[in-house]
């Protein structure tokens, strides 16, 4: 009620003010013209009386004058006529001006000093009169004058009711003001907190509510969007407490994000983590006039934010966004995420002409086709080299001057595009605890050696205290590759590589997806999906009952085009298949600043349109095309809604994509068919495991998923879905950072001392 007082009262009090300054300038300019319009009126009037007064004035007509007087004396407003002669005499003047005659000399001479008309206000015995004198001349002689005396106050009278009317006015509109006002902020603003308060406690006692809505309200969209945030956390944080406490109580070994912040905090103690990634986990890009905040699709991003919130890290980035540098500080800082910052983004600006060398050339088409096994031979260029060796010394001085201030900083450098980068840091900053997670899979020590540049790559790898593949095969190839090209020490006991009196442990640490705790019980129905897959077909427009899923970036390592052709191989032998089987390929456009990226994306599109015109029939075809990219939420429908999904890469570390298949199969149904060169075959052994290369195989494989029964699916779904659920996302962040608090740096330091203390006495002996 206070609140509306005070609203009310400062509404009424500016309304007052602006009401009253108005009214006033009003009043006044009324005035102004109604004194304008006397003025007016007697001159006039006593323009009109000089022709006839001359005349009598000349001849002294004292009676004749007087009756001309009187004839005009009667006129709206004037009060009298005064006619003097040359000497100043009254010789005529309307009657019932006697109390209001006074000396009117002085108005006569500032008349007769203009020549003309002259008039003015004055107060008489309290009456306001507009008296205007007029000289009379004939041929430039004065013979006599005349004064018209007017009633000015009616002016007065007319003011006075212009603002009694302003005022009543005023007065009915500060009663709708208030009215309005008291409807508008119960409507507006006691409402909708009176909700926002109701919403809080509910929270708070731990009642369920309805989400907060504020529909149109402007003013309190700001106020609405914290309290949404505030009430996520409130409700997000209650239940991690269940979470965990189930947990506890089941003894279960699940990893949470909760649970992997915990462990960071508990492992880190008071140091400070940094993630060096080439993309970002928030980007900035331009609509229109507004700038929007881009959350890219990533598994990197689940597993680490966990992390850099529970230790306010930072993470480096390639600023790629086109409004990216609209929204830093001076020291290309921002906190995210935005609606909750936890920790720093600190974005590192490329060039175009570094990012071209350094990503499409160095990392993209040199070691990406080096490191897979895919039949495309890797290009490799001077220039791009030297561009891969400027970025990498640009993210290493970046995350140097973050690591400045901080006492053993934790440092994990995610992939392929910053092999040199350990070495770099390592050099400057020996107390650093530096992980590198190889993302991709790493060949035989045959294949690396294509490389012109294996050694110095190896040696910036070498840096790390601790170097991640997603296999342990990968591992042994890495070994393999080091103990053939550097001098080094290898024990494979312990699979650590030392170089220089600096150790580096070499482990394979799988990664993978999150998958949701609080999965539903499998369902006997299997209405929903029927009704999902009718869906998808109607949206696609084609007629089937079998649905494949591919999802991949259009990518030379991926065996999309030996997944087509399986296709055409199934659908040839089983042909009772046609008309019924579909593969709807998820193709999101790749590298297409690549000449290799683009030709394969013509070649995928060509074999596609081959196989549909070959076999199409009416209103069915059995390979659908989606060329653009597709958010998780829209991918995840395809996965709940196949029969199966074939994952057929040539050479892939891990792909994700066969686990986040199992991750939304909440159901217990579906079949997962997995080349065997792709990392996920070794965990997920209930898959169909398949040689892509072997085209009769994948065709089998399919036939085997399609017939295969619904207990045998649930089975191998439930396995499967346990191992994917048990070594989530967060376990593989977990191993990293726990592999990596447990390097020893000491030794190593004291041995760097040592050496330090040893090479000036060398230098000396080597002069003698």
């Known amino acids: 009620m206070r609140l509306s007082l005070r609203l009310i009262s400062a509404l009424i009090l500016g309304v007052v003010l602006v009401s009253l300054l108005f009214s006033y300038l009003q009043v006044r300019d009324e005035k102004l013209a109604l004194e304008e319009d006397l003025d007016t009126r007697a001159d006039l009037l006593a323009e009109s009386l000089q022709e006839g007064l001359l005349p009598l004035l000349e001849r002294h007509a004292d009676p004749e004058l007087q009756r001309m007087v ?25 009657s019932g001006l006697g109390p209001f005659i006074a000396d009117h000399s002085s108005l006569l001479a500032r008349a007769s000093a203009r020549h003309r008309g002259y008039g003015e206000f004055q107060r008489i015995q309290g009456v306001r009169f507009h008296l205007y004198a007029l000289p009379l001349q004939h041929e430039n002689t004065l013979i006599g004058g005349v004064v018209l005396v007017h009633d000015a106050t009616y002016i007065h009278d007319q003011s006075a009711a212009i603002w009694r009317s302003k005022l009543l006015h005023l007065g009915a509109l500060v009663l709708l003001i208030a009215f309005i006002t008291l409807l508008v902020v119960q409507m507006s603003v006691v409402r909708p907190i009176t909700e926002v308060a109701q919403r ?18 402007e003013l309190l969209r700001p106020l609405a969007r914290e309290v949404q945030h505030v009430t996520r956390s ?92 609209e929204r830093v500080d001076a020291k290309d800082h921002i906190r995210v995420p935005p609606e909750h910052p936890q920790y720093t983004l600190r974005r590192v600006w490329l060039s175009r002409e570094q990012e071209e060398g350094y990503y499409n050339g160095f990392a993209n088409e040199g070691l990406w086709p080096l490191c897979h096994i895919a039949h495309t031979r890797p290009i490799f260029r001077a220039s791009d080299w030297r561009y891969y060796q400027v970025v990498n010394q640009a993210f290493a001085n970046a995350a ?11 440092l994990l450098v995610q992939d392929y595009h910053f092999a040199l980068l350990p070495r770099y840091i390592k050099e400057k900053r020996p107390d650093a605890r530096i992980a590198i997670f190889w993302h991709i899979p790493w060949p035989n020590a045959e294949a690396f050696g294509i490389c012109p540049w294996q050694s110095e790559l190896l040696d910036g790898l070498l840096g790390a205290d601790v170097i991640g593949f997603h296999i342990q095969s990968h591992c042994n190839n890495f070994l393999y590759t080091v103990d053939r090209a550097l001098e080094s020490r290898i024990e494979w006991e312990r699979f650590t590589v030392t170089r220089n009196q600096h150790i580096s442990a070499v482990r394979p640490f799988p990664i993978s997806v999150e998958v949701a705790e609080d999965a539903p019980a499998p369902a006997q129905d299997k209405t929903p999906v029927q009704e999902a897959r009718k869906a998808i077909l109607n949206d696609l427009g084609i007629q089937g009952e079998s649905i494949a899923i591919g999802v991949d970036r259009v990518d030379y390592t991926k065996g999309i085009l030996e997944r087509f052709r399986g296709v055409e191989c199934f659908l040839e032998k089983y042909p009772h298949y046609q008309g019924k089987f579909i593969l709807v390929q998820i193709g999101a456009p790749s590298r297409m600043d690549i000449k290799r990226y683009r030709e394969l994306y013509a070649e995928v599109e060509a074999e596609a349109e081959r196989i549909n015109e070959r076999l199409r029939n009416g209103n069915w075809k059995p390979i659908v095309l989606l060329r653009r990219h597709h958010s998780h939420q829209e991918i995840e429908r395809y996965y709940k809604a196949a029969d199966l999904c074939l994952v057929t890469s ?55 998923a399609l017939t295969m029964t619904v207990q045998e699916r649930r089975e191998r779904m439930q396995r499967m879905r346990r191992t994917v659920k048990e070594n989530n996302i967060y376990r593989w962040a977990s191993g990293l950072i726990t592999e990596l608090s447990e390097v020893r740096l000491e030794p190593q330091r004291a041995n760097a001392e040592e050496a330090e203390s040893i090479r000036p006495r060398m230098a000396s002996l080597r002069g003698m």
């Open 234 to 325: 409130l409700e997000e944080a209650r239940s991690s407490a269940k979470k965990e406490a189930a947990l506890r109580n089941a003894t279960a070994s699940l990893w949470t994000a909760e649970r992997l912040g915990a462990h960071v905090r508990s492992t880190l103690h008071d140091s400070r983590l940094f993630v060096i990634a080439n993309r970002e986990p928030y980007m900035h890009r331009r609509q229109g006039r507004s700038v929007e905040v881009i959350v890219p699709a990533s598994s990197l991003v689940t597993a680490l934010e966990p992390i850099l919130r529970a230790c306010d890290g930072t993470w480096i980035a390639h600023g790629s966004g086109d409004a990216d540098r």
């Open 400 to 410: 140097l001057q973050e690591m400045a201030e901080v006492r053993q900083p934790v």
């Open 200 to 217: 809080m406690r509910a929270v708070r006692m731990g009642q369920s509510a309805r989400p907060l809505e504020f529909p149109g309200e």
């Open 650 to 704: 040539l050479h892939d570390g891990m792909n994700l994509v066969a686990k986040e298949f199992l991750a939304a199969r909440e159901d217990e149904q579906g079949v997962l068919v997995l080349s065997l060169f792709a990392g996920a075959a070794y965990e997920l052994r209930d898959a169909l495991i398949v040689n892509p290369y072997d085209t009769e195989q994948l065709a089998e494989s399919i036939l085997r």
């Open 70 to 94: 009187l004839r005009f004396g009667n006129r709206e407003h004037l009060a009298g006529i005064v006619v003097y002669d040359s000497q100043g005499i009254i010789v005529a003047k309307t």
